[in-house]
């Protein structure tokens, strides 16, 4: 496996590539978390109507109950200047330089509970993430709760899979085409709170 390790704004940062595609792995600082959370829980997961208007369940493949569009403002103001950089970080120490910006294009919060789980699938875009804002330390088993990415079958010497544990805090990029699936929670009633969105790369023109 080849990793890359960079000290990225006093956080540790790891550009995994188990196989083809590369795997980025940082953590975000505790005041970006709470900032968020604070923005979720006044602005959002409290009022009915905004979360009946931003439901985003019915086009996305998890088996969960409650997943909700971010609503734009908040995105373009706040969200984008914490993982911005992050998402370029991911792509200049992938050695792709090419793009002029960066544009946010999807983002929902995915609040999953006890024995709910996201099948494998993939996104739209170029570049995908999740960042963690709640995650149960008290789990049936390690791999509770966890992602795993999925890039081919495993054979002898090579490694097709590879699944990460979280923590609060962190956030992993990858590109978007690349296969995950989530795994549930057993036996546990506490939240495991993320964020899930899709970015797309605007090009620098070319001389």
Known sequence: MYIIMVLFKKNY???LNPFGP????????????EKINS??????????DKKKQLDASNSLVGKVK???HLEKEFLEKELLNIIGPHINNFLVNSNYRSHK?????SCWVVRQYESEYNPVHSHNGDVSGVLYLK???DRKSGKDGSITFVNSPTFFLNRGHLTLIPEIGSIF???SYVLHTVYP?????EERRCIAFNASLIPSPKI
């Open 22 to 33: 590369p795997i980025y792995k940082s953590n975000l600082d505790i005041k970006d978390i």
């Open 66 to 68: 409650e997943e909700i």
């Open 39 to 48: 923005y979720l829980e006044n602005n959002l997961l409290n009022d009915d």
């Open 101 to 105: 910006s960066i544009n946010l294009d």
């Open 135 to 137: 995650f149960p330390q």
């Open 185 to 189: 929670i057993r036996e546990n009633q």
């Open 13 to 15: 940062m790891e550009i």
């Open 173 to 175: 990029l990858f590109p």
